[in-house]
């Protein structure tokens, strides 16, 4: 078995610091305790003054918070995004997409539109009367005379329910918008095509975005508002991506009107003069809803692409969000005691995980950086930062917004502006799904804390940094087989269609989650080729490579850990819990000191004579103290004896408070009202005092400390231990000399030759002890000198005292001579 040596230890600078050092806070919050775990010593957790239970109890307070974090964390995390929050997006896709689900999948009317002409039909005969389910017709509440149902000409109240069920509210105005392209810009024709084709429309970006009046002549007045352009300011809508470029929130607008029959003539009027044509590029609709039962808003999006290269790509999608995300002010009213009160209290608890990283990083510096734990401690608090900013910046937007005001939310005329906040609402979870998995990630670091988990804690640490840098390695190969499967095999209805795709393809191939059937065609070579190459390269090289790394990690680890258990073997937190524990209920834990703190079996008792004369009296009143309560015990096991064996002789009707009389303990007298008492002389010089008695008392009298300048009994027996071995010290080392000349003269006369040369070691010892004597010299010199001076001034201060008490003298014989005479006469 390996001997642990304590000066390879990564803690072993522990054992250089100077006592001040130990008992002050200089290394409290050290990390190094928490990457060196396994190392601590556990003597030293007994000791609730070492810096070993400081760390070990701040480690503990430390996992219980950031416990107390995760809960709540979590609880907010499932409460922003349940069930029915996808149940409401789902349900709101289905209807608005005319989807119908079965066992063989999912059917949608809206994947049927595969032209202009058929956006404009499934418009009108399928998309419109789903917004009137209730109601064919709705008053607007401008031309109402009084919002009030009392006065005549006010709206009654007609929620616009749409769904057979009539759980969700149409919110507002339902918003079709377009997007179209300028003529033969970002794009050219070939000379000899002019004469068959002479305009061309290139694809959508920015720059060629069409924003000037279009409508063809003779159009009716009341139509010619939808072909004018209008601003993303003006349609209070944002950025929408589709599968062909992301379009802004500016277009060519129209809102279906109150009624069914106007929104069906609207639409139909519309297609006879040609508001979709060639120069369209995306058709975007846009539908908000909310549903009272669960308070969640959801916002629905179908993009129609028209992509210059000629078909249709349909994407729709939806987000949802519950009402009080809108609003703090909302939250802290309508749920006050649910998600509200949790974003609070986490918010809470990260405000005190940010003060003790803050503790930590002050305390450690650049250490901290180089700890991986650490690290993810910023991440968190980073993470969790971004996240609060993002819901005070859209609650600050929310309240600014005019369409957003409670008192215009139910006018169907306004258009309620929800979409433009979406890319907010899923930026924002998935920055809270990062969250969510780095918190869980960390809770790794405190299963270091039990001893079963913490090899494969202390893999994960170590291996992490090297699996990162071979993840890049490994990212530039997987890239090179996406981009070469994107070229050879990309289509628009497989992976490989993209690079992305295509990446995402690879990188999953491992786990049997992609359809290889594209690359596998009849009569192709470069397939098996890419294939094979594949295979040989990431599963047979990289991914074995990969595990290597993590294999001699984990042998590396388990072997270091078994050695340091053959020296540590109890677990440090176990200890620090008993002994806290313990403490708690007043018991100290004895036994479980250094050596340095017990010292040579030569220093575990001491002459109480040669102790301060306070420890003496101190001693002499614990000892009676003692002898009193044996004495007492004695007497009460007699009585008791005596009560069993003669009982007649006693009185049975003594109250029990007259028979505990003589139990009472004599209450401890304070160190400064003793009176000096010595006992007998003889007494005195033999009793002896155990360091164990004498380090109980320090620590039960804090006065003892401050007379004897430290805490520890084993140094205040090597100051007034005194030697009992007799004779000059200056006889008995010239005397040690000289039988050590003799033996060495008697080796070198059998034939040994030994010089001082070859024995390094003997010179650096006698080195050590001149250095040692020089310097005790130099000490001892100057407290003399002290001591002179001392004298000196107190000498001179005696000679000043005595000048002044003479004048005094002479002063008192002059006015006691004025004085006689003045009476005489």
């Known amino acids: 078995m390996a001997k642990h040596d304590d000066q390879q230890s990564p803690l072993g600078f522990l054992d250089r610091l100077l006592d001040d050092e130990?008992?002050?806070?200089?290394?409290?919050?050290?990390?190094?305790?928490?990457?060196?775990?396994?190392?601590?010593?556990?003597?030293?957790?007994?000791?609730?003054?070492?810096?070993?239970y400081r760390n070990m109890k701040l480690m503990f307070c430390e996992a219980v918070l950031y416990t107390l974090f995760l809960i709540i964390l979590t609880s907010f995390i499932v409460m922003h995004r349940s069930g029915s929050i996808y149940e409401s997006r789902r349900q709101q896709l289905d209807y608005w997409g005319g989807c119908t689900r079965t066992i063989d999948g999912r059917t949608c009317t809206v994947d049927q539109v595969r032209s202009q002409e058929a956006l404009m039909t499934w418009?009108?005969?399928?998309?419109?009367?789903?917004?009137?389910?209730?109601?064919?017709?709705?008053?607007?509440?401008?031309?109402?005379?009084?919002?009030f149902r009392l006065q005549s000409g006010s709206v009654a109240w007609t929620p616009?329910?749409?769904?057979?069920?009539?759980?969700?509210?149409?919110?507002?105005?339902v918003r079709i918008r377009q997007l179209r392209v300028q003529y033969n810009q970002d794009c050219s024709i070939v000379d000899d095509f002019r004469d068959i084709h002479k305009d061309c429309f290139g694809k959508y970006s920015p720059g060629v975005e069409s924003k000037l009046p279009w409508h063809p002549e003779w159009t009716p007045m009341?139509?010619?508002?939808?072909?004018?352009?209008?601003?993303?300011?003006?349609?209070?809508?944002?950025?929408?991506?589709?599968?062909?470029?992301?379009?802004?929130?500016?277009?060519?607008?129209?809102?279906?009107?109150?009624?069914?029959?106007?929104?069906?003539?609207?639409?139909?009027?519309?297609?006879?003069?040609?508001?979709?044509?060639?120069?369209?590029?995306a058709v975007i609709i846009e539908v908000n809803t909310l549903n009272p039962n669960v308070n969640i808003f959801v916002n629905t999006k179908f993009v129609f692409e028209f992509p210059a290269t000629g078909g249709v790509y349909i994407k729709y999608d939806a987000t949802s969000f519950r009402s009080i995300a809108m609003s703090f002010a909302v939250a802290a009213t309508d749920d006050s005691g649910g998600e509200f009160i949790t974003l609070v209290a986490v918010t809470a608890l990260f405000f005190l995980l940010l003060a003790y990283?803050?503790?930590?990083?002050?305390?450690?510096?650049?250490?901290?950086?180089?700890?991986?734990?650490?690290?993810?401690?910023?991440?968190?608090?980073?993470?969790?930062?971004?996240?609060?900013?993002?819901?005070?910046?859209?609650?600050?937007?929310?309240?600014?917004?005019?369409?957003?005001?409670?008192?215009?939310?139910?006018?169907?005329?306004?258009?309620?502006?929800i979409g433009k906040?979406?890319?907010?609402?899923?930026?924002?979870?998935?920055?809270?799904?990062?969250?969510?998995?780095?918190?869980?990630?960390?809770?790794?670091?405190?299963?270091?804390?039990?001893?079963?988990?913490?090899?494969?804690?202390?893999?994960?640490e170590r291996c992490i940094v090297n699996l990162l840098l071979f993840s890049a390695l490994l990212f530039l190969v997987l890239f090179g087989f996406a981009v070469a499967l994107h070229l050879g095999y990309g289509a628009d209805d497989n992976y490989f269609g993209s690079i992305w795709g295509s990446l995402v393809a690879v990188i999953v191939a491992p786990a049997s989650g992609v359809e290889l059937a594209p690359i596998f065609v009849s009569g192709d070579l470069l397939g098996p080729l890419l294939i094979f190459t594949y295979i040989v390269l990431v599963f047979l090289l990289l991914l074995n490579i990969f595990m290597a790394i993590c294999v001699e990690t984990y042998s590396v680890c388990t072997y270091e850990l078994n050695e340091v258990k053959a020296v540590n073997k109890a677990n440090p937190?176990?200890?620090?819990?008993?002994?806290?524990?313990?403490?708690?209920?007043?018991?100290?834990?004895?036994?479980?000191?250094?050596?340095?703190?017990?010292?040579?079996?030569?220093?575990?008792?001491?002459?109480?004579?040669?102790?301060?004369?306070?420890i003496q009296m101190r001693y002499m009143e614990e000892r009676r103290k003692m002898n009193d309560i044996v004495s007492n015990a004695l007497a009460a096991i007699e009585d008791a004896k005596r009560r069993r064996n003669e009982p007649e002789l006693y009185n049975t009707s003594m109250t029990g408070e007259e028979e505990d009389d003589?139990?009472?303990?004599?209450?401890?007298?304070?160190?400064?009202?003793?009176?000096?008492?010595?006992?007998?002389?003889?007494?005195?010089?033999?009793?002896?005092?155990?360091?164990?008695?004498?380090?109980?008392?320090?620590?039960?009298?804090?006065?003892?400390?401050?007379?004897?300048?430290?805490?520890?009994?084993?140094?205040?027996?090597?100051?007034?231990?005194?030697?009992?071995?007799?004779?000059?010290?200056?006889?008995?080392?010239?005397?040690?000399?000289?039988?050590?000349?003799?033996?060495?003269?008697?080796?070198?006369?059998?034939?040994?030759?030994?010089?001082?040369?070859?024995?390094?070691?003997?010179?650096?010892?006698?080195?050590?002890?001149?250095?040692?004597?020089?310097?005790?010299?130099?000490?001892?010199?100057?407290?003399?000198?002290?001591?002179?001076?001392?004298?000196s001034l107190l000498s001179k201060a005696l000679i000043d005292l005595t000048n002044q008490l003479a004048k005094v003298q002479i002063n008192h014989d002059r006015l006691t001579t004025g004085g006689g005479a003045d009476l005489r006469s």
């Open 22 to 52: 130990r008992d002050s806070n200089l290394h409290l919050g050290d990390l190094r305790f928490w990457k060196h775990y396994e190392h601590i010593r556990t003597p030293q957790v007994y000791r609730t003054t070492s810096l070993e």
């Open 123 to 147: 418009l009108r005969e399928d998309f419109a009367p789903k917004a009137f389910t209730e109601h064919d017709m709705l008053l607007p509440i401008a031309s109402s005379v009084s919002l």
């Open 160 to 173: 616009r329910y749409v769904g057979d069920t009539k759980t969700s509210v149409l919110v507002g105005a």
């Open 222 to 281: 009341h139509l010619q508002a939808h072909y004018k352009w209008y601003d993303s300011s003006q349609t209070e809508q944002g950025d929408t991506a589709g599968f062909h470029g992301t379009y802004p929130g500016s277009g060519f607008v129209l809102d279906l009107p109150l009624n069914l029959t106007g929104a069906q003539t609207r639409l139909k009027e519309l297609e006879d003069w040609a508001w979709l044509d060639q120069r369209t590029r």
């Open 357 to 417: 990283t803050i503790f930590l990083i002050v305390k450690n510096g650049s250490r901290f950086f180089t700890y991986f734990w650490a690290v993810m401690d910023l991440i968190i608090l980073a993470l969790y930062f971004v996240v609060c900013c993002m819901f005070l910046a859209r609650a600050s937007e929310f309240d600014d917004e005019p369409n957003m005001q409670p008192e215009v939310l139910a006018d169907p005329e306004m258009f309620f502006p």
């Open 421 to 460: 906040f979406a890319p907010q609402f899923e930026l924002s979870n998935q920055i809270l799904a990062c969250l969510g998995v780095a918190a869980w990630l960390k809770v790794l670091k405190y299963f270091t804390l039990a001893e079963l988990f913490a090899g494969y804690v202390r893999v994960i």
């Open 573 to 614: 937190m176990l200890v620090f819990i008993w002994t806290y524990l313990n403490a708690v209920r007043g018991v100290k834990l004895v036994g479980k000191e250094t050596e340095e703190d017990r010292g040579t079996p030569a220093e575990q008792q001491i002459a109480l004579s040669a102790l301060p004369e306070a």
């Open 662 to 791: 003589g139990d009472d303990v004599v209450p401890p007298t304070p160190l400064h009202d003793l009176r000096p008492q010595p006992p007998e002389e003889e007494n005195v010089h033999m009793m002896l005092v155990h360091r164990v008695q004498l380090q109980r008392m320090l620590e039960d009298h804090p006065v003892i400390q401050e007379i004897c300048g430290t805490r520890k009994a084993v140094e205040v027996i090597r100051r007034f231990q005194v030697d009992s071995a007799g004779g000059d010290p200056y006889d008995m080392v010239a005397k040690l000399q000289e039988s050590i000349a003799k033996k060495l003269h008697e080796l070198e006369e059998q034939g040994m030759d030994l010089t001082f040369d070859e024995m390094e070691a003997l010179k650096a010892v006698s080195q050590e002890l001149h250095s040692a004597l020089t310097e005790s010299q130099r000490e001892w010199r100057a407290e003399l000198l002290s001591v002179l001076q001392m004298a």
